[in-house]
């Protein structure tokens, strides 16, 4: 008898070729699976929440496809989501025609407009006199020029697109920030965590108290005295009512820490509203350092002492 | 003797029509002088650095015109800018056709690949048989279908569009965020902050020692221990080595208030490298509020009665 | 058959009529049993330690018969001891005299100097030409004068001697400072804390860790962020090598409250030594209030959530 | 024609030989001026604020010879006092008698009580068969069996007594703790603080405003923002309500310090009442050390920064 094996969807902001994808692409997981190109980071994550996908890709930093602030208060608002996996892409630009173009022969160039003003310093000195010719997206500008549909004699595209389509790649490296990484989270249905690697990182949407001064520092606290890290921090407007805030977090560690256990524990109880978006391995592979005397045993310890105590057993 | 005054310019994301040239409608002081169009915000800031311009007026939150990490990275790194007032601009979108056209009648739609995807709930309910051809801008969607250039019958369009072109508007408000909002700030050179109104923000960039545990907290604490309230926090990584960290911060207030002076010199004993980006004028013209105890006449008295004790004049 | 009920024994510095005595008064479950009078605090505990007696009443702080600073080092190293009640003795003094004598007839005064000291005001006042006779302790100098044996017609001492001896009161409330009080505590060997009774205080003795500044800080937080308010703090050095400090701390509320226990665990793994002194009801009755955030169900609901989080059950 | 100086006049807790007098010993600009000897903390400290006294040397911590309580209220009430100086005076106890005598003839030992409660151990061992005699000071012991008033063949006292009197001392270090220290303080009329040199603490007394929770986190906080250590913590009920408290705190540095009197100020503008008490050098000269940015010239070119902002310069 044959074991038949459910092949699982995943959602992206699509088409093939996009930064999005190029971070689907590092998902072993992924690879022979299902992909689902979708418009919008809404859609995504309503495929996920309706069960259309197993999981969805979506840009949650520094992205230059859009939509950031709107993944955050997607996250923050739609229950029943976890963060599963954390993928970073560079962000760069290539400058792709039909093969046999010649850098000099390009006079129009297609381009999603963000992009296209992302490279407007090579541009300015490579291409001074080109036109600019406005595609849907990072992708659909190399069709473009390919398919004809586009009155362009080049695209700028993402690196990927060479695996995709057939093109001559003009020049790399194109865009004005050359540092540049966008940062991807992989997102399912509420599950439990992926098990610790040691390398990892908690993400959650605190709301903070509005009706008390230094609320902020106190939601801190309890990462810093359980010597916890945050490597990031954003304040956004709830929108209900003026002066109220929600903060997205990343911590550095995991929920099966005893620190981290400890420290969510503090953060609920503080909170009107939090979210745990998930514990899952950081993109970096960087195993978090922390002083010894937050590690798991000394609060296995702390319980032991406090048992004795309330017992009345004899100290030492 | 006729005095002839100079016309100022005032660079901004182009082409006329944006969401940021709706903010820059809101400065008074910028009636009928010059506007300089750019394609960026780096050129923007380049024209204010290399005196083009007077000021710019720059996306800084929630833009769908993309860029606000790009700007919080510039204004970091480049010396020199000062902000000296902030605007809000609604973010939502009409359709706009030429005149006479009936919504019936659609079945392509210009848009900016942002916006469209911005506005993919209306569309499907209302135009579910569309086809989107890509613009360069929001507001080239609109030229495009006016001039017969773009292959389409209507445009996804800013409502101030209707302003500057002879359109008519098929639909209002149908973005699928009708709450968004973008914050935009007006940059020039280095100068004297506007004079306090009660209604300030200062805003702040803040790179932390890397080197000790609890300074995003000791750096907060400069803050809090003044009764100052932040109303944006944002870490954004510097980029140089892993772990380092910048951010980006508004407090209420001016740094002509005593607390304000008092917590900006802590912060720069603290941090090895803070700008000052200015103090302003709120957008939302909202009074700050602080406790009695931080108000200017008790930093005044307090060091009355230290200059006594060093005197060793008699207390009380 | 009869029951037959062990006499407990108490040890307290005596003898019968010192302000501990009357702090041991106080004691309900005392009342009818053995009470031994000893010299010293270090006497007392040893009584306790060794199993002669099976509490002692101490002078903890404010005391006028000496010793507060022994005591606090005393419970600091000595193991195996637990405060489970607290008493306070308005401290103040009366001239007595043997039945007959009037205030004009003294002109010799038996007194502890520490007394006489205390009662420097009223004796220059109202017996200018008096000399001094020391007496060994506040009731030995009443004592002396009643047997003859101290050349002195009045004696100072507490006011409590007219319930031992027969004596006349010439004037009561001599001493200089007439709102001074003495704080006693009762104390066994380690036991089960007695239950709570909503108006509890939990004593211990924390050691900070030298080596890192801010750690006073940080132990504070321990007890501010779980709402716990803090009647005592004193610092006292370890005395092993300089700029050592343990601190000896009162907190309101009892190590059965949620808030409490979490706030021991946080200072367990904190504190390189810490010493439980006990959890008790407070002599002044007074009913501890916290914020409703810090009540034991909020603990208990967020140790709810933390399950569903881990267990990979959807939310609300 | 000669120029008459002014001799000065000390008071200390008397009378000669005490352990006050052994710090009055310590003070240089004391040697062969004027010390009056009075009776308790009090008479001293109107000594010096009624002009009969230029300074008075009072025990501030872990005295034997009682207090100190008292000592830290006075401080706290009566205004117009400045401690300039600090001294430490190991507390140890010697058994002397007339010349000639010999330990086997000692059956009546005279004492002051408490220095013969602390030597109750050594007593114990060496002569368990003898009996007390009261004396009024740690002095009047000695006095008191050299002239034959009082009925014993040894005394209890200071070590300093031998060079007073002429006893032998039977034996040495006969209190129960060997390490005992007493810490005392010069205290003058309010004047210029003593320069600074480099190992100098500041001594304040600062009540917390009593409705706002954290409060005593906020204060301390004013010093650890600073890079100040805290040598001392006492916190002493104000006693005109209930869980209204005052601290006495010693920090280590001087006001002269640009770390220190920001600090103070910090501290002025927080508490409803502060009492500086001066700053002065440390008994044990040990240096202060502070990481390097809290320097004095980190707090000069923060204010130069911060100039500069004002006024509109360009940064860097």
């Known amino acids: 008898m044959k074991r038949v094996t459910e092949r ?59 939509g950031v602030s709107t993944t955050q208060d997607a996250l923050a608002t739609l229950p029943g989501l976890r963060i599963i996996g954390e993928y970073l892409v560079k962000v760069n630009f290539v400058l792709v025609a039909a093969p046999g173009t010649k850098l000099e022969d390009v006079t129009s160039i297609a381009a999603h407009p963000v992009a296209y003003a992302q490279c407007h310093g090579w541009l300015g000195e490579h291409l001074p006199r080109h036109s600019h010719v406005p595609a849907a997206s990072n992708v659909a500008s190399a069709i473009g020029v390919l398919d004809g549909t586009l009155p362009a004699q080049a695209a700028i ?41 040691g390398a990892d990182k908690t993400s959650l949407i605190v709301e903070l108290p509005n009706d008390r001064p230094g609320s902020l520092l106190e939601m801190l606290e309890q990462f810093s005295t359980r010597g916890i890290n945050l490597s990031l921090i954003e304040s956004r407007p709830i929108g209900d009512e003026l002066g109220r805030y929600r903060f997205v977090l990343d911590a550095d560690g995991h929920v099966h820490d005893e620190r981290m256990a400890d420290a969510l524990l503090g953060i609920r109880r503080f909170s009107p509203r939090v979210v745990f978006l998930g514990s899952y391995p950081r993109a970096d592979r960087q195993i978090v350092h922390y002083p010894d005397r937050y590690a798991d045993d000394v609060f296995v310890e702390a319980r032991d002492w406090l048992r004795d105590l309330l017992s009345g057993a004899p100290e030492e």
């Open 8 to 66: 699982r969807t995943y959602s992206y902001l699509g088409p093939a070729g996009t930064f999005t994808e190029a971070a689907l692409d590092q998902v072993a997981e992924a690879w022979g699976q299902e992909r689902r190109p979708v418009l919008n980071v809404g859609e995504a994550l309503a495929d996920v929440l309706e069960g259309r996908s197993f999981a969805a890709m979506i840009a949650i930093e520094n992205s230059i496809e859009g």
């Open 157 to 197: 595209a993402p690196p990927g697109i060479a695996e995709h389509y057939d093109v001559d790649v003009l020049a790399s490296e194109i865009g004005d920030n050359t540092s540049a990484v966008t940062r991807f989270v992989l997102v399912t249905r509420t599950a439990t965590p992926p098990m610790p690697t």
